[in-house]
């Protein structure tokens, strides 16, 4: 368990988050964020969400069988902190999924009482690339040289100003991992409505009910275009296993977005994967502060 990256040398301040932020490993590493995994419990096994198979995990799902997950234990954030501070850290910004999703960050400030350097420990109220371009922007600020007050009002306008958008299947996975949050008001809905989702006050919310899946994915795109305006954005298009929508999504938002930064593709955590089910897709704007 714990953090997969290596620090780099100098930097004053370490980036730490949690898995659910989608980050590639290449990136994570490139910009020195150590990612603490949350956990999966499935077809009788527990581990780092990291770890298991998408393909096998998303079989299951299907499979109707029984798929929990829960937070990072504060020795596996005790052992991150420690790693970084080994490496030269005076300070650690400890950016994590919204504590209406997750105790990851309870178990971060648990940990944090035990290090003998400032740890901040963040709840960004959100998750997914929302939450990964935040760590991005506040590791790109302390490989820079920033202190770690200028870190986090970095990682604060980042994902306080990024928007999440997600189409499911079907509700029944939110609801039976208990994260569904106000978007329960959609539940009951006919099989051929589609529901739009994001992340509001820190848990999902509804955001429109459409008829048939192509339908509902066009009008995500809809809604990712309308949150750019004319802002510089980054993009992330996230999907659990491979198809080509999400390729057609990033071909739609690259040809409508006028000033876009970047768009990456990511796979969803395997951790939100078991909350949103097969066959989800995920769209974050995230305008450039």
């Known amino acids: 368990m714990g953090g997969r990256s290596r620090y780099p040398a100098g930097v004053p301040v370490t980036v730490i988050t949690d898995s659910t ?29 990291i770890r298991f198979d998408r393909a096998e995990l998303v079989d299951t799902l299907r499979a109707g069988k029984p798929v929990t997950t829960s937070p990072p234990d ?24 919204s504590r209406r999703l997750s105790a990851t960050a309870d178990a971060a400030r648990e940990a944090a009482q035990q290090v003998r350097v400032p740890v901040y420990v963040v709840d960004s109220a959100t998750t997914s690339m929302s939450l990964g371009f935040a760590a991005l922007s506040a590791a790109r600020a302390a490989a820079a040289g920033a202190g770690a007050q200028r870190v986090l009002d970095v990682a604060h ?30 539940l009951g809905s006919a099989f051929s409505i589609k ?41 992330a298009v996230a999907s659990v296993t491979p198809s080509d929508r999400e390729m057609t999504l990033v071909s739609q938002l690259r040809g409508r977005i006028p000033k876009l930064n970047d768009i990456v593709l990511v796979h969803a955590s395997t951790v939100i994967t078991a909350h949103v089910g097969p066959g989800a897709l995920g769209i974050t704007v995230a305008p450039i502060p």
């Open 21 to 49: 932020a989608c980050l590639p490993e290449q990136l994570a590493a490139q910009w020195g964020i150590s990612v603490v995994q949350l956990s999966i419990r499935a077809n009788g096994r527990v581990d780092d969400e």
């Open 74 to 97: 504060p020795g596996a954030f005790f052992w991150t902190f420690q790693d970084a501070v080994s490496a030269g850290a005076d300070a650690i910004v400890s950016l994590h999924i």
């Open 157 to 186: 306008r980042r994902y306080r100003s990024s928007r999440e958008f997600m189409y499911v299947d079907t509700l029944e996975h939110l609801r039976r991992g208990g994260r569904i949050g106000a978007a329960a008001a959609l």
């Open 195 to 235: 529901p739009l989702l994001t992340v509001k006050d820190g848990e999902v919310a509804p955001l429109a009910r459409v008829s048939g899946a192509r339908r509902a994915m066009s009008k995500m795109v809809d809604l990712a275009v309308a949150e750019a305006g004319e802002r510089p954005v980054d993009v």
